[in-house]
């Protein structure tokens, strides 16, 4: 694989460089006299009393701070030194962006090259000719050969303890991936953090552990009188941080042990990248904090400068052939899991870093590179701090946001009792506690944003929060969540309380029809209510003056007062109909003219649905009187009429035996009472008329009333009794002499055939052979005279 070749030999030759390089500055240190030169204090406070060298210190110190200032106020403005070197009268201002960052990759290149033209001239400093090398220190091989030798025994000792200590805790890692992997239980996530966090402090305990075993070996074992030699301790330091930070991507890229990986890819993927980044972090880190300094400090800073510029350049190198050949396969998972992404803000997230992940990592490292080349001293151990801050920012986020998605797609279960007795509850809390871990999620994003912005410290976080805006901003921030929720749990009870009253199942039985309708009420104006408040209180949480607002409403509502007097006259007519409980849903009523079903009743208005099906909404302020069919009891009212030569007292027993048999069917047990025979009510120009009343169930009446009508029909038809009905009698008109005109008749054979058609008189016998349908009764016979025909 080109890219672990390439990485064998950074590693290479950052070992070659560093004993090569380290020969004369371990031979300096060790060959150094005993004696060093102490601060000589007392010649100090001899030129400090002599007014002459004193004054001349002064001056000194002046120069030497207007010539830094001069040179800060160079480098805070190219612009001003750019317009300062143009021949025309440019002014700082009128200098374009093109020109300063040229002037600025002018600046870089530039300094790229004194850094290796300082890194030669150490170079050939120290391995020059013998003239050169007589005016400075002598190279001792014997003290180089034994500190390279102490060097290598301590780097050896450390990183053998580590791997010994590392196999020893490699069974409890085992155990505790394995007791992570038990993925089927509802506690997957938890379980897997435990392990992970537990694994991290057993690892970071055996680097402490081999940290100490290096540290005695540089004290006791070969340092002299139980001291440490100044490049041992920056070893061991280096060593502590390195392992440290491998520790940390451990944690992500567990290569070993799937149970404790948090990064949700594959084996192979997690060790590549575990390895990327380790050998790049210990490339970087063993050169810049333990080559560099030694350098530095015994042979010549140009000289650790240029080395360091020449590891990061090669890192940068490495870091971006990697990221370069991984570019794609990358941005393949990427996709893919933004595919199979539940939310679109996450699926558009993961396709847009997807395409840009590679350019953001290369302006990373550029960007580590150029700083680190402009500012060895002091950006990149802020470049670092930076990146682990960010890196363990975003890891708890990540972590947090893991957990919530986790919950937001877990539904609530609740037990079977108490989705009997509150039916809706289980929805509401499916419905209202995701959205809430939804704005959680969206709060710990903005956080997490807000503290790698503090990080790279583009805004001072712990500065705005001191402050009194930044102070007042989180307060209110949190105020407005506690209220929301406050509310969010104030709805979820009440609700909760009103439709356990409104089920039959809860304990307390069906309720009425009218608990029903006010519960109902009540649940719509809670709503309004609880929404209401809420608004105002966040309102005025947030600084903004609700005085005004609810004078303007009140306003605006005794304008609509005015304006609108027939919905003030619906409200309040509706309000004390629900309260004098004249109708409730499902009642069958008169109402506005308007007889129905009560189908649905608010403040303003009940919906009627009519017999035929017709849905009519009816205004409360055109109700003039509600009459309600359904309140404890109805009667049927039934009036019969017989003929004037039936007798009264049989009708009567015939209507009390159609009673007794209406008591035996199927709607007997509607019936209350036992029949009210009114009697008599009127003598009719045809029949003589009976009242009976019937008791009945409320909204049975009419039931029940069929039923006893077919009953009767029965029962009087049994006994002869008969039901008058009105005839008609036909006049065929007199003539002037009082003879009656003659009739035209068609007389029809039995197959329907015109036999004869001719006027006949009204006395005019029909043909025997033609049908008629003309009754038999002599009392239906047509009267002899004219005058009884009248």
Known sequence: MPTLRLDTWLSRWLLLCLLFVMAPAL???????????????????DMLENEQTRQTIIDQLRAQAAQENALGVEGASSAEKIADNAPSDQTAGEV????????????????????????????????????????????????????????????????AALFVLRRLAAPLFGKLSRWSSQRAEKSALLRTIVAVVLAAIVDVIVVVLAYVVGNLLATFAIGEAGSMQTRFSLFLNAFLMIELFKAALRMLFSS???????????????????????RLAGFIGYGMLVAVPIINYNLSPALGQGLGTLIMLLALIYAATVILKHRIALRDTLVQRADNADMSATRFALRLLGRTWHLLALAYALMVFVVTVLHPET????????????????????????????????????SGDIQRRLPLLETRLNAYVPTTLKVIRAIILIVVAMFVLSAWQVFDL???????????????????????????AAWIGLASLIEHRLNADAGTGEPSARAKTLLSLFRNALAIALITMTAMIILAEIGINIGPLIAGAGVLGLAIGFGSQKLVQDVITGVFIQLENAMNTGDVVTVGGTTGTAERISIRSV???????????VPFSSVDTVSNYMREFGNHVGEYGIAYRENIDDAIEQLQ???????????????LEPLSVAGVIALADSSVNIRVIIKTTPGDQWAVGRAYNRLVKMY????????????TTLYFGQEKDGSAPPANLRILSQKGEVVDNQPASQNAPLSPDAPSDNNTNPEHAKPDNDENAN
């Not at 947090?400 to 919950?407: F, P």
């Not at 919906?607 to 909404?617: E, Q, V």
């Open 657 to 671: 035996a159609a009673f007794e048999a209406l008591k035996e069917s199927e709607h007997g047990y509607k019936l």
């Open 27 to 45: 031979a300096q240190q060790d060959t150094a006299p005993a004696e060093s030169s102490t601060p000589a204090y007392s010649t100090l406070a």
């Open 379 to 414: 950006a990149l151990p802020f470049v670092l701090m930076a990146t682990l801050k960010t890196v363990i920012v975003i890891g708890i986020g990540m972590l947090a946001s893991g957990v919530l998605t986790q919950l937001i797609g877990r539904r609530i279960r609740l």
């Open 716 to 727: 009087f038809d049994a006994a002869g009794i008969e039901i008058p009905f009105p005839h």
């Open 96 to 159: 374009s962006f093109p020109r300063r960052l040229a002037d600025v990759t002018s600046h870089i290149a530039g300094n790229l090259g004194s850094q290796f033209k300082s890194l030669g001239a150490a170079l050939v400093g120290l391995f020059g000719t013998s003239e050169a090398s007589a005016s400075g220190p002598g190279f001792d091989t014997g003290a180089f050969l034994t500190a390279a030798f102490n060097f290598a025994l301590i780097v050896i000792g450390t990183f």
């Open 607 to 617: 919906g009627i649905r009519d017999l035929s099906g017709t849905y009519h909404i």
């Open 256 to 278: 070993r042990y799937d149970g404790l990986r948090l990064m949700p890819i594959a084996a192979p993927q997690a060790s590549y990248c575990n390895r990327f980044l380790a």
């Open 462 to 488: 712990a500065a705005w929060y001191a402050s009194e805006a930044g102070a007042h901003a989180v307060g209110t921030t949190l105020n407005v969540i506690i209220i929301l929720l406050v509310a969010i």
